[in-house]
Structure formats: C-alpha cells, structure tokens
C-alpha cells in the first residue's frame, strides 16, 4: 500500500471534500483527483462517493479510514518518541559498575541525574571489572565503570578520574606507629582481600610484586563492607579505594597506615565497546559522573 496515496485519501476524507483534502495537503486539486483515483484502482475498491457537494466515504473507505488514523497515529508517536530521546525526557540506560565506583560514586550521579532526567530509566548492576568487561562484550549492558587493568581489545577505556589506594588498620592495630610502615613489616601483616577478578585487587598485587613482595591473602572477602568491618576488629588490614573508607575515616572506625615507598594511584575508567555511538541519554549522564568523584 503506497502511503503517500494513504495519506492523501486520509486528507479527503478528513475533509469531506477534494478541495479540502488539497488545501490540507499544499498541492493542486488535480493532483490530488488524480492520485486518489490511482489508489482506488491500485486497492480495486471504491473509497468514496462522489456527490454534488463533496464525498461521502462508502463502507470500504470507512474501514480504511479507521486503520489510515491508527497507522498516522502511531507515525505521530514514534516522530515524538525521537524528539523526546534527543532531548532526554526519555530513554534507558543500562549500567555496570565495579564494586569501588557503583557503591562510592555512582549513587550520587544517578540521583543527580534522576532529578534532571526523570523520564529516563536507569539500571545499575553491581559487579567486579572482569565482569563488568563481560557482560560489555556480551550487549548486557550500555556502559561500564571500572577501576582495573585493562583487558580486551575491542572495549574502548576513557579515564574519568584518579583514586588512591591506602593502607587502612583498626585504630588501635599494632601496625600503627610514629613511623612510616616499612614495605618489610607490611609483608608480615595478615592483609584481607577481595576475590580474584577485582580490580582493587588487581592493582593492588601489581604494585606490590613491582615492589618485590609476595602477595598471599589471609583472607578473601566477596565485598569491600565486609573487609572494612572486617578490618575494624582487629582482624588484619586491607588496602582499599580512599573512596571507600571515608566515612570511616571521619568517624574514626578506621586509620590510614602510612607505608614508606608505597603510594597506589589508579585510573577510574569508563568502559564501552569501541565504535559504540552513544544514545542522547547516555552522553548526558556522563558529566553527572564526573561530578560525583569526591575532591581529593
């Protein structure tokens, strides 16, 4: 069905007469007898009846004009849906997240952009780099944040901001001293980590073999909360994102344990497919992650 002839027979009919159908449309009378005489013989039914004064539609072009409504109706929706995704009143936005930035940094660009974009719905899942870099790969998701090694050729890795990493102890720890901890007696101190795929955990064992010494975790901890509480009771010491232990670090739960020799700095990255172009309401999201990174 040529919808060029649909939509001037919807004219017509909307107008009960040709003239009106033509004036709706800007173009000349005859072009528009002739048209519609086309599509009646294309459709092999008449759609009207030609009276003295105007066109009465006959059963066919009744049912045909029902269905010419619904289809421009929906055209009408769908042109309004684009206007609406270009200017961000709506859209989805599927993201993941490693374990440091979905819980310390995230929670705030997303409440910022909620409040700015409420039409646009946002998912967050929660999980360590090497998965996130996986579910990338396999479509799952638009965008990921990872601190972390890089690790496949196809993804493409934007720093968006820097993090340090700190050796943290309970208050009260024997490691604490007026000194600076030497690489030596930190080599001696049972140190909690996260699981094998994390990327805290991975930058970790890479400066630490840089600097000669043998990483063997006393324990292995699934999420960055319970190696912090964990550490808080005496239990060992951990080396965590600053960004993750600053609540702690006010309220004085936790300390930072200098370590002569020992200074961790990562790049947080963001994480896409390469040659991915992003949607409307993914590139308006990013500035709000850029501004949820605490100043140093």
Not at 57 to 66: I, M, N, S
Not at 117 to 146: C, M, R
Request: glycine letters at 8%; charged letters at 20%; a positive charge.
């Amino acid at each position: 069905m040529n919808l060029n002839h649909l939509s001037i027979f919807r004219a017509v009919a909307a107008a009960g007469s040709v003239s009106g159908g033509a004036r709706e449309l800007h173009v000349s009378q005859s072009a528009v007898s002739k048209q519609l005489g086309e599509f009646e013989r294309t459709l092999g039914v008449a759609l009207f009846q030609r009276l003295p004064r105007g066109m009465r539609l006959t059963e066919a072009g009744r049912l045909l004009f029902g269905y010419a409504n619904r289809l421009f109706a929906i055209e009408a929706e769908a042109e309004q849906a684009l206007r609406d995704l270009r200017r961000v009143a709506r859209g989805r936005i599927a993201i993941g997240a490693s374990r440091t930035i979905g819980a310390y940094v995230l929670p705030k660009a997303l409440a910022a952009y909620r409040r700015e974009h409420p039409g646009v719905e946002l998912s967050l899942q929660v999980e360590n780099t090497q998965a996130i870099e996986d579910k990338l790969l396999a479509g799952e998701i638009d965008i990921g944040f990872a601190e972390g090694i890089e690790r496949s050729d196809v993804l493409d890795y934007q720093v968006f901001a820097q993090d340090e990493l700190v050796l943290i102890a309970a208050p009260r720890h024997p490691a604490i001293g007026p000194k600076a901890l030497t690489l030596a007696a930190l080599a001696k101190l049972p140190l909690l980590m996260h699981e094998t795929g994390s990327g805290t955990r991975a930058v970790t064992e890479r400066a630490l073999t840089e600097r000669g010494l043998v990483v063997r975790p006393a324990m292995t901890l699934a999420s960055t909360e319970a190696i912090k509480h964990t550490v808080a009771t005496g239990a060992g010491v951990a080396i965590l994102s600053a960004l993750a232990v600053r609540t702690e670090l006010r309220a004085r739960t936790l300390v930072v344990v200098p370590v002569k020799d020992l200074r961790i700095v990562r790049p947080l990255y963001r994480v896409q497919l390469k040659n991915m172009w992003p949607s409307p309401s993914l590139e308006a999201f990013l500035p709000f992650v850029r501004q949820a990174v605490p100043a140093s």
